[in-house]
């Protein structure tokens, strides 16, 4: 529901009513205006959540890989080490 000047206006006077001028102007401003049109919905934060998993699987992925072909190296990297002192 958008809201208004004339709605938060209002609002703010049932506030000062209820709790005084300080809390009224201290609650508006934290609440503030914004634009409703800004705000997630639940299918905005499926989308999301469907694009950071399937980024976490790319990354994992690209993860695995390194580290396996980083131990292959060190794997070959001590056995031509072993072999040097070895011969």
Same mark, same amino acid.
């Given at each position: 529901? &958008?809201?208004?000047? $004339? ?8 506030? @000062?009513? $209820? *709790? ?15 634009? &409703?049109? *800004? *705000? ?15 980024? @976490? ?14 131990? /292959? ?8 080490? /072993? @072999?040097?002192?070895?011969?």
């Amino acid at each position: 529901m &958008p809201v208004d000047e $004339k709605t938060r206006n209002e609002v703010f006077r049932t506030l @000062e009513q $209820k *709790l005084g001028q300080t809390a009224a102007v201290v609650i508006m401003s934290v609440v503030g205006a914004f634009d &409703p049109d *800004l *705000l997630a919905t639940k299918a905005d934060l499926v989308l999301v959540k469907t694009e950071l998993t399937a980024a @976490e699987a790319r990354m994992s992925s690209r993860l695995y890989r390194a580290l396996f072909f980083q131990t /292959i190296a060190i794997l070959a990297a001590n056995v031509a080490l /072993i @072999e040097a002192l070895a011969g």
